[in-house]
């Protein structure tokens, strides 16, 4: 095992994925540029070096999701991702300066330097950007998985603002990157299977029978936090 990679209770690893999706319709690649595109979905895994968190933040209104990010986030925490060094933090800093929103912290996005951000594309291929590799390809090589869907099914959900869908997606990305960081430390993951349950928040009768006539109607509906449950 990498000790360098070791978490702790005081240096947490976090690994993190974004879902955006364009503000124009007219535009096919909007939702890759801060400028036209929002984030709808934060996922995020916790690991304090004795369990595990999975959350996912997301919420029609972006600075909700925001906010909330940079409400979890804590100063020594590593941030991990797939790609996670030139897309989801400068995406989430970007956005967050459109809106106004003052992060809880730097995040040094020095190139060649792991310490506060750890991202398996750049580690993989050295930051040569010709030798780009997908998730979906490293996950499958590491023997680590690969992906249930595709990044583009993301605004047909965001269409009918069906949340859940994105948030298990999005949950979905953050647990396979979480298990190709593991093989590429050479650690043992906490996490036992890569699948979990989104647990709906309670609702009380009056509640679920609204939920149940948006779900009818197709009415979009506003989610907040999708938690789930610690792993050991």
Known sequence: MDERAQSTQFRRTV?????TVTLDPNLVK?????????????????????QLEELAITDENEVNILTKFWATIRPTD????????????????????????????????RKFYTADVWDSMQVWSNWAFKK????????????????SAHGMDVAQWWAIRD????????????????????????QEPRLAKPSAEVQQPKMSTAERIMSVRENRERIPRKTGIVPIRPRV
């Not at 690994?15 to 879902?19: G, K, R, S």
């Not at 780009?132 to 992906?147: E, P, R, T």
């Not at 949340?163 to 050479?186: E, F, N, P, S, W």
């Open 163 to 186: 949340l859940q869908a994105i948030a298990q997606y999005c949950l979905g990305d953050v647990r396979l990157t979480y298990l190709v960081y593991c093989k590429m430390t050479y």
């Open 15 to 19: 690994v993190v994925d974004i879902e």
């Open 78 to 109: 590593v941030i991990v991702g797939h790609n996670v060094h030139e897309f989801d933090i400068p995406f989430i800093r970007q956005r967050s300066w459109i809106l106004g929103i003052r992060p809880s912290r730097t995040i040094d996005l």
């Open 132 to 147: 780009f590799v997908s998730l979906d390809a490293l996950g499958a090589a590491l023997q680590c998985g690969q992906k």
């Open 30 to 50: 909007g939702a890759l540029d801060a400028l036209t595109g929002r984030v709808v979905c934060v996922g995020m895994l916790i690991d304090d070096g004795t």
